[in-house]
Every structure is written in C-alpha cells, then in structure tokens.
C-alpha cells in the first residue's frame, strides 16, 4: 500500500481555490500584480523577462507582457526542450507571435521560427506556481521542469531574478522544499510583492 503524497494534496486545494475566483477577480488580480511589479526596481530594469500562458486560474501575466513590450522590453515563453527531456527553452514572445498546444496543451511559441534566449541571460523570469511560502518556498505541478532548467542557480545570487508569481489565496505557512527545488527571490501576488525572507 503506497502512501498518499501530502503535496498531491495540497496541490488539490490550492488549484481549488485559485479556480474559485471569478474572471473579473482574475482580471483585477493581475492587474494589481502588474501595479505591484512596477515598483520594483529589479523589474523596471530588466531588459529579458520570461512569463507564461495562464491556464488552471493561475495568475495572469499578460498585462505584464503588454506592459513590457510597452516599454520595449523582451518577452519569452517557455518551451519544452525538442532534445532534453523535462527541460525549458525559452523563446521570444511579442504580440504577433503565433502559439500552438504543447503536448500538455500548453500554448507555446515555435522554437524553430522564434529568437531562443538562454535561461542564465534571462533577467527576471515570472513562474507559475501552486503554493507558496514567505521564505520562497515553491510548489509547482510536480513536473520539475523550472528546477531542471534553473539547477545552475541553486545558491547562487545570481540573474536570472526568479519571481513566483499567484494570488494571495495561495500563500501557504511553510513548505517542505526537495533538495532539488529551486527557491524564489520573491512572490508577486494581488495583493504585494514578497521578498523570501523577510516579514
């Protein structure tokens, strides 16, 4: 008999909860994550930001995205690896870029007709994420694809500057993080920007 996976669990509820809020709290959700990043200093300087397609009531990001190419910024998506199993390349992302379902229905630009940029040039990358903590705990789908590509910056303080980003519903006391598990500078929600660590 296999014991149950608490994570699994846990996964459930939150995915329940960010499912739970209606399409105008969602908009007004990223909205308010939009006001929020731009105060931040790091985000305003960044020239390469990677985002991602919400879907399963994550947060939204593209009015991020419009608020970059705005400002005329890079955007980039990520792409499952044509080579590398469980493993992301990331890929321009503009207004006119043309997206296609991965094979987990993912939309994705294609990698053979887009600029590909290297995950450590990458200055600021905006991740989904389930659950969340306030020392930069991350729960993810389980797949490991973000602590995959990104297991050259464990320990590191350096770029890219990873930033979780959910609703405020997500926020969890503590997560018990995986030796593996890539941690967040910070988590950007409805309601403020986190910086992992402090109160």
């Known amino acids: ?6 994570r699994q669990a846990l996964r459930k509820e939150l995915r329940a909860r960010r499912n739970a809020l209606n399409p105008t709290q969602q908009e007004a ?3 308010w994550a939009l006001r929020h990043l731009m105060k931040s200093p790091k985000f305003l300087r960044a020239q390469h930001v990677a985002l991602y397609i919400a879907a399963d009531g994550e947060l939204n990001p593209h009015p991020v995205a ?3 190419w705005k400002m005329g910024k890079h955007c980039y998506l990520p792409v499952l690896h044509p080579r590398i199993e469980g493993q992301l390349w990331f890929v321009e992302y503009t207004p006119t870029t043309e997206l296609k379902p991965n094979r987990f229905g993912i939309p994705e630009p294609d990698h053979r ?3 590909k940029f290297a995950a450590n040039l990458l200055d600021v990358v905006l991740l989904p994420l389930v659950g969340f903590d306030r020392k930069g705990g991350r729960l993810g789908m389980g797949g490991g694809f973000y602590d995959r590509t990104f297991a050259f910056h464990k320990g590191k303080q350096t770029k890219p500057y990873l930033l979780g980003m959910a609703h405020a519903c997500q926020e969890v006391d503590s997560l018990e993080m995986a030796d593996w ?3 967040l500078f910070g988590i950007v929600t409805d309601k403020e920007l986190i910086l992992a660590g402090k109160k």
């Open 1 to 6: 008999m296999t014991t149950p996976d608490p």
């Open 29 to 31: 959700a990223a909205a």
């Open 66 to 68: 419009e608020q970059l």
């Open 113 to 115: 007709l887009e600029r």
């Open 181 to 183: 598990d890539i941690p």
